[in-house]
């Protein structure tokens, strides 16, 4: 069955620093893999996905993640983060029918000045 | 125009009652889900709607019970409410692509249940 692992409940950094936030996953077939963010008392928002094609995907707000088959990885970056980047951070991966997300616990970003 | 809107937002009420939650989407999608999210943050899938059919049923105590009027709306029923049943419910679409739901969810608000 298909699950996804994140590897850091917290990160702390400062404005301006770079982050990146990982994510593991686990599938026997060939998974999709999504990266949302909900910001405090709001639903969750599409940062990027993979489906297929290149490994390096961009997202919305200067997001980049890249999908690692070898390394079961689709780790989170962003070169310089901002305040307004404060969230929680969530990677998913498709179910093995295609019909549903299977979403990690979440990494909660506090970015500060 | 929100895409797709929840209510109530918030809901505080006491064990045993029952208490539905409403979801509509503007966006024309065929497929339509309820999401469980506990105080830990995480989120789990409760159900799946495609074109007003049942899709997905979690394990999901049989006190939650969907309902699709139309492609437009998912509402969640929950019967008997639990302490356990404290938690944002959020609502969410998604265009069908040829039995691949594999596209963009779109998420609403959610809904703050609290029950005492």
């Known amino acids: 069955a298909q699950s996804v692992t994140q590897l850091d409940s917290q990160v702390p950094v400062f404005e301006e620093a770079p982050v990146e936030l990982r994510c593991n996953y686990s599938?026997?077939?060939?998974?999709?893999l999504f990266w949302y963010v909900q910001y405090p008392n709001q639903g969750l928002q599409l940062l990027l996905k993979?489906?297929?094609?290149?490994?390096l995907v961009k997202g919305i707000n200067g997001f980049e993640a890249e999908f690692n088959k070898s390394q079961t990885s689709f780790h989170l970056r962003k070169p310089s983060v901002h305040i307004s980047d404060t969230a929680e951070y969530f990677c998913?991966?498709?179910?093995?029918?295609?019909?549903?997300?299977?979403f990690g616990k979440g990494t909660t970003l506090s970015v500060s000045s | 125009d929100t895409a797709v809107s929840q209510t109530p937002k918030y809901l505080v009420t006491q064990m045993g009652n029952d208490k539905s939650i409403k979801c509509e989407q503007n966006?024309?999608?065929?497929?339509m889900y309820w999401y469980k999210q506990d105080s830990k943050k995480f989120l789990k899938i409760m159900f799946s709607?495609?074109?007003?059919?049942?899709?997905i049923n979690e394990t999901v105590p049989n006190r939650f019970s969907p309902k699709s009027p139309d492609k437009a709306h998912l509402n969640l029923h929950i019967n008997s409410l639990e302490l356990g049943d404290s938690a944002v419910y959020f609502c969410?679409?998604?265009?069908?692509?040829?039995?691949?739901?594999?596209?963009?969810?779109?998420f609403g608000p959610g809904t703050r249940l609290l029950v005492l």
């Open positions: 993979y489906l297929s094609g290149s490994t």
């Open positions: 998913a991966v498709s179910n093995q029918a295609g019909t549903a997300l299977i």
């Open positions: 599938s026997s077939v060939s998974v999709y």
């Open positions: 969410a679409s998604s265009q069908d692509r040829g039995g691949l739901r594999l596209e963009t969810q779109y």
């Open positions: 966006l024309g999608h065929d497929t």
């Open positions: 709607y495609n074109n007003k059919e049942l899709i």
